[in-house]
């Protein structure tokens, strides 16, 4: 049995053990785990800046050791994320439908935990905590698979949370660690079909892919964001102004940053010249069409691939186009369903833009940005669904379930 098999075992007999506890018990373990992720503030800083020293003597980039770097601050960040999560109601024996049937049969439709829930992430340590308080919370248990930059964090988070977890009722099998640094293990969990149940991949577009073509293991798709604001020719100019702003600038390194702009040729001459001043202030690079680069000396000339990519940085690309289907159409070939937002003030092209565009989530005269588990009062999330099966766009608590049915009767027998 290699290293993967044993702790992949270990998390799904966990996994049987975690599915029948009611809420009390699993919001205790999660406050006990916050309370220990406190008190060892020190030694996980001591773990994670190894983790940031490699990283820098490998040249990455400062931004991304940003994302890697915790600080005592940071972790008690962490641990407050964690209390919310044991405040969020349980979905866990929630009654989705039910009814009595003609027979007298009473049928029901419950939430039930998936069971072994492998979390592939980059980066980012805090992942660790946040996947596994939300698996815990929702009955499941977390198979955690870390980037390597992150493995010595990584280590500590895992052996804290375990260490607090025993001698409750959540049995500390709950949240693992996928050992090892190679790509190996990360195949093992994706043909690990009837040990884990299913795969949440988060992090960049490669990351993703490879998981969704090469996994045995059902998987639930998150997070590439190529969003899409839309500029009508009906549109509250400075409202679009703000929004457009917002979206890409206020944090451009997320998935729910806007990457395109499209704007209404009624509109262009006047709108244009506005938002590239916008942008500019804002430090934004534009990567625009011919339509576009007529309005600025300063756009660089779009290519194909400009409107395919989701820059994660102060660059938005930018295309005038002649109506809204063609506006549609143009976030229908380049999108990735993740969230497109209109600008107008016609209720018919609002509701028209609403019903085209097949995106996780659609915004109306508002930021793209605003796609958040905890913008929509979700609490947290585990990801951002982009694909169409069980679970579509922020992706909290009851999202982390499936349902059985359960039918009670009193000796009836089918004819």
């Known amino acids: 049995m290699s290293e993967f098999q044993k702790?992949?075992?270990?998390a799904k007999d966990a996994a049987r053990l975690l599915a029948p506890l009611p809420r009390a018990p699993k919001d205790r373990a999660l406050r006990g785990i916050a309370d220990a992720l406190t008190a060892r503030a020190e030694e996980i800083v001591a773990a994670n800046a190894e983790d940031v020293a490699r990283a820098r003597e490998s040249g990455t980039a400062e931004a991304m050791i940003d994302?890697?770097?915790?600080?005592?601050?940071?972790v008690a960040k962490i641990a407050q994320a964690v209390r919310e999560v044991a405040d969020l109601p349980d979905p866990v024996g929630e009654v989705v439908r039910g009814s009595t049937l003609p027979n007298g049969l009473e049928l029901r439709q419950l939430r039930v935990p998936l069971g072994v829930v492998g979390i592939i992430y980059e980066g980012r340590p805090n992942v660790t905590v946040d996947a596994a308080a939300l698996c815990l919370k929702s009955g499941n248990a977390a198979l955690l698979r870390g980037s390597s930059s992150a493995y010595a964090s990584n280590t500590v988070l895992v052996r804290v949370m375990q260490e607090a977890l025993a001698g409750t009722e959540?049995?500390?099998g709950a949240v693992q660690l996928v050992p090892g640094l190679s790509r190996d293990?990360?195949?093992?969990m994706m043909?690990?079909?009837?040990?884990?149940?299913?795969l949440v991949p988060r992090g960049g577009a490669s990351l993703i892919n490879s998981v969704v073509e090469e996994s045995t293991v059902p998987v639930i798709e998150t997070?590439?964001?190529?969003?899409?604001?839309?500029?009508?020719a009906d549109a509250d100019q400075e409202m679009a102004l703000r929004i457009l702003v917002n979206a890409k600038a206020q944090r451009p390194s997320v998935c729910n940053a806007a990457e395109t702009l499209l704007v209404h040729a009624a509109i262009a001459a006047e709108f244009v010249p506005k938002a590239?001043?916008?942008?500019?202030?804002a430090g934004v690079t534009v990567h625009g069409d011919p339509a576009i680069a007529a309005y600025g000396d300063d756009v660089v000339p779009a290519t194909e691939e400009d409107f395919t990519v989701e820059y994660l940085s102060l660059d938005i690309a930018a295309a005038v186009v002649d109506s809204l289907d063609e506006a549609v159409a143009h976030i229908t070939r380049y999108g990735s369903a993740h969230t497109d937002a209109i600008i107008t003030r016609s209720q018919p092209a609002a509701r028209r833009f609403v019903a085209l565009v097949d995106s996780a989530a659609v915004a109306v005269n508002a930021s793209t940005r605003f796609t958040d588990g905890g913008e929509f009062g979700f609490g947290a999330e585990i990801g951002i669904s982009t694909q169409k099966l069980h679970a579509r766009g922020p992706m909290g608590l009851p999202e982390l379930t499936s349902t059985k049915w359960v039918y009670t009767g009193d000796g009836q027998i089918r004819s």
């Open 223 to 232: 997070g590439v964001g190529n969003c899409h604001v839309y500029v009508d």
């Open 170 to 172: 959540v049995p500390a």
């Open 191 to 198: 043909r690990a079909r009837g040990l884990v149940d299913v």
């Open 185 to 188: 293990s990360v195949k093992e």
């Open 67 to 74: 994302r890697l770097r915790l600080d005592v601050d940071r």
């Open 7 to 10: 702790v992949a075992r270990a």
């Open 276 to 281: 590239l001043a916008a942008l500019r202030e």
